[in-house]
């Protein structure tokens, strides 16, 4: 049912959008939508939005994105990046062998955990040119997602502020955002010492100190904390997102296995007796990206889009909303509402796909004007990472599918779905699946 739901929160009145119909509405165009602001949140501003981030729709923030998706995002950058990928999959593909290899059946894996390292590891070597003290920076960013997805006080009713400090909270931001401050210090200083590469080479750090010393650029990137900024948006995106969608799908495929087999059949017969599949192969992979939308619909990493707050009074189907109302879109519910997806909304039916008109090999395909696959979000404000977190997504589900058998611990389809609350939504408990290598006769990789 197409319900406009208007919530009085604490001391903030609240606009939630949660259905496919009421969000076209809503959102019909740039020039009829209502004009937002980035919706206050105390742990954005102190921790994850270092000053001169770009969350406003202001000239810096469209000058931000422009030059971040030309010069960070865009396709040709992502597919510079494609060898970094290429070798972490295969690492990932060798520590699952490595810790399933104990009996001939196969034994269970920590999923969930090798998904995060891999992950993990892909942003820090495109971001920053190496791993690194990879552990101390996943428990700093860690921290900062934990943070993002707190509930503060403050943010409802500031004369009530002090309650966070009770809580912890205030003490915890400001250590985090000292330990995030001191490891993107040490990063811009040791990339300026070895010097600025050329814009073919070098990670995200070396092209944010090009545009950082470009004229042209200089009200976008003209100081650290825009670059700090940009960085901490960049890394907890790539990470988060992408690990808890393979995560995601792989629960859905074990929970299915019709689905699981015919996504493996496919991924097999494309890429034959190869011992790993490459990014070249993946444009051939058309019922992998069903599956991968439909994870998609049914488990969004962010369920509630990142908070808008409306600038000035507007109306919305005959209610008057005042300005400072929080807007929240629900991914999550715009994914089952029946009206979008019909009476089987909470099935996962890949195949329900194959008739919306997209074109699979765009990265892009559920940004489409139906309104009713908003994982990244819609227009200006999608996601600019898509590119990088699709080619991520990807080339990780299918070297599984290609190079294991997979099943639950204890019988097939008995893996749960409880969630985690945070920002970004994680299994409640790790996947641990049975993983059984794939015996591949010819030696070609």
């Known amino acids: 049912m197409e319900t406009l739901q208007v919530h009085e929160l604490l001391a903030r009145l609240l606009l939630v959008l949660a259905t496919m119909i009421l969000f076209k509405r809503v959102l019909p165009s740039p020039s009829k939508r209502p004009t937002t602001t980035t919706g206050p949140c105390r ?15 202001g000239t810096f923030w469209r000058a931000a994105r422009r030059a971040c998706l030309s010069e960070l995002l865009g396709a040709p950058r992502v597919r510079g990046f494609r060898g970094v990928r290429e070798a972490e999959a295969a690492a990932l593909v060798a520590a699952v062998a490595d810790e399933s290899s104990d009996r001939d059946g196969g034994s269970p894996v920590n999923l969930s955990d090798r998904l995060v390292a891999t992950t993990n590891r892909i942003v820090r070597r495109v971001a920053f040119g190496d791993d690194g003290d ?13 943070l993002l997805g707190a509930f503060f006080v403050a943010d409802y009713m500031p004369w009530l502020g002090w309650l966070d400090a009770v809580r912890g909270l205030r003490r915890r931001l400001d250590r985090n955002f000292r330990e995030l401050d001191a490891f993107y210090e040490k990063v811009i200083d040791e990339h300026i010492d070895k010097g600025t590469k050329s814009k073919e080479e070098g990670d995200l750090v070396d092209v944010l100190l090009r545009l950082h010393n470009d004229p042209a650029h200089q009200s976008t990137f003209g100081s650290r904390s825009q670059i700090k900024g ?15 969608t393979v995560e995601w799908t792989m629960t859905e495929l074990v929970r299915n296995p019709d689905v699981l087999a015919k996504a493996q059949q496919e991924v097999r017969s494309v890429v034959a007796n190869k011992h790993m599949v490459h990014e070249s192969d993946l444009p051939r992979l058309h019922y992998l ?23 000035e009074p507007c109306t919305v189907r005959g209610c008057e909303v005042p300005a400072g109302t929080r807007v929240l879109v629900n991914a999550k519910a715009i994914g089952v509402d029946p009206d979008a997806w019909g009476a089987d909304a909470a099935r996962f039916v890949p195949e329900r796909h194959r008739g919306d008109g997209a074109d699979l090999n765009d990265h892009k395909p ?40 997979w099943r639950a611990p204890h019988g097939h389809g008995e893996v749960d779905v409880e969630e985690e609350n945070a920002l970004t939504v994680h299994r409640k408990n790790p996947l641990v699946l049975v993983a059984k290598r794939r015996c591949v006769t010819s030696g070609r990789s």
Request: hydrophobic letters at 40%; a positive charge; charged letters at 20%.
């Open 43 to 57: 742990a954005a501003r102190r921790c994850a939005r270092p000053p001169g981030s770009p969350t406003a729709c």
């Open 134 to 146: 990879s552990i101390r920076t996943r428990a700093i960013l860690e921290e900062t997602q934990r």
């Open 230 to 244: 940009i960085l901490t948006d960049m890394f907890i995106a790539g990470t988060d997102t992408s690990s808890a």
């Open 289 to 311: 990206k069903l599956v991968i939308r439909e994870s998609l619909r049914l488990h969004p990493p962010a369920p509630l889009l990142l908070p808008r707050e409306t600038t």
């Open 366 to 405: 559920w940004h489409a004007d139906s309104y009713a696959l908003v994982p990244f979000g819609v227009g200006r404000r999608s996601c600019p990472g898509v590119h990088f977190a699709t080619a991520v997504v990807e080339l990780l589900l299918a070297n599984l599918l290609l190079c294991f058998d």
